[in-house]
């Protein structure tokens, strides 16, 4: 008998798992947060916020990172040990937004008198968590006839935080002149003088080219000294539109294979979700067929003069990009993001550690971040291609 109430007790240990009770803590006595709002997007840990008001206490939970995805209050469980109890506490935080809108162009502008678009869409502006945001604009202005007005511009997020800008609105006459050639010729950069200025062993110096670049002699732009080329495998010319093979991609994808010179593709994209942009590179991993490649397939978003109309944030386009290039990675291929210094200081994050095409155009960038590829000049002259191209050194 006595074996028989042996067995029945361990089957109930069993059954019930050995777990410790575990007590509910309902006062502030032994924990309690150190703050209670937390920045939306921001790297913070359980430990982090933790007061351990009873130094005895053992905090049983592990340190994972808190999700601040999405602002509002946010129950956080902690199961501590004290005099070899267990507790549960459930400590209430807010998950809140702080940092205002940007806007990220110009504030001199000029319209046709009797213009009647949206003045907001003036200006471009944007923020690091709401995709809707609000634009007031004061100041008096008539559209109708010619002159300066000074407006004030306040642009307004979901959490009432404001950006203020001046803005000079210029009310101009309607020109009928549609002769856009111009008599002025820019200086050309030539590729055997960017070769002799920067090339060294431990860098690599090609092009880009696309559609606008023609039929391309890749044995004389080899010859004239370039290793590796960069070439458009695709593009959506608009927003929600289906993507579109370059007419040249399949030419030039042979003909610089033949010719001995390592290729790259990039994709130009305005995806604004991130199934959209899972489903570009998809699209680009199937136009590939199975083909190697020597250089990354790149992410070029750029379309910024129409960014207030995508209704996105900054941290949505940080993760379309991240979703596009990880199912590049997925597909053993890798990836890479291609923006210019300007956005690539203002808007993308250097957290994802993306490998960067950098786009400024200058004798010697003044960008401190990495980046594999710079892409230097878009007036470039070299033996092969009938115009301009872009010239870019890869480092090793």
């Not at 509910?24 to 840990?45: G, Q, R």
């Not at 006839?145 to 306040?154: A, E, M, P």
């Not at 006459?173 to 055997?192: D, L, V």
């Amino acid at each position: 008998m006595k074996r028989k109430f042996s067995i029945i007790i361990f089957i109930c240990l069993v059954l019930s798992g050995c777990k410790e009770k575990i007590y509910e803590d309902n006062t502030n006595d032994n924990i309690d947060l150190i703050m209670n709002n937390i920045e939306v997007y921001s790297d913070t840990y359980l430990y982090d916020i933790i007061d351990l008001k009873n130094k005895n206490i053992e905090i049983v939970s592990d340190n994972k990172l808190i999700n601040t995805e999405k602002i509002g209050q946010k129950d956080i469980e902690v199961i501590y040990k004290l005099e070899n109890k267990k507790y549960s506490r459930i400590l209430n935080i807010i998950i809140v937004d702080n940092e205002a809108p940007i806007v990220f162009s110009g504030t001199n502008k000029s319209v046709n008198v009797d213009y009647d678009g949206d003045l907001c869409n003036l200006i471009t502006y944007g923020d690091n968590y709401d995709g809707n945001l609000t634009c007031k604009i004061e100041g008096n202005y008539d559209l109708s006839k010619i002159g300066t007005y000074n407006l004030s511009y306040t642009i307004s997020d979901s959490s009432n935080n404001n950006k203020e800008v001046k803005v000079t609105l210029n009310v101009k006459e309607k020109s009928n002149n549609t002769n856009n050639n111009t008599t002025a010729q820019s200086k050309k950069t030539q590729f055997i003088d960017i070769l002799t200025k920067y090339k060294n062993d431990n860098n690599e110096i090609g092009i880009d080219v696309s559609k606008w670049q023609g039929k391309i002699d890749f044995e004389k732009v080899k010859n004239a000294g370039a290793t590796f080329v960069m070439m458009r495998i695709g593009v959506q010319k608009g927003s929600k539109e289906e993507l579109e093979i370059d007419p040249y991609f399949e030419e030039n994808f042979k003909n610089a294979r033949a010719s001995g010179l390592k290729v790259g593709v990039y994709l130009y994209s305005i995806a604004t979700s991130k199934e959209e942009a899972i489903n570009h590179a998809k699209w680009v991993i199937e136009k590939l067929n199975g083909e190697k490649l020597d250089l990354p397939i790149v992410f070029d978003w750029e379309n910024w003069s129409k960014w207030n109309s995508y209704k996105i944030s900054f941290h949505d386009i940080n993760m379309i990009a991240d979703s596009f290039i990880n199912t590049i990675k997925d597909n053993n291929y890798e990836g890479m993001l291609y923006s210019s210094k300007f956005y690539l200081e203002t808007i993308w994050e250097n957290k994802l550690e993306f490998p960067i095409w950098l786009a400024h155009y200058t004798d010697k960038t003044t960008y401190s971040g990495n980046y594999k590829i710079w892409q230097l000049c878009n007036n470039g002259r070299i033996d092969g291609i009938n115009g301009d191209v872009d010239i870019n050194i890869m480092y090793n």
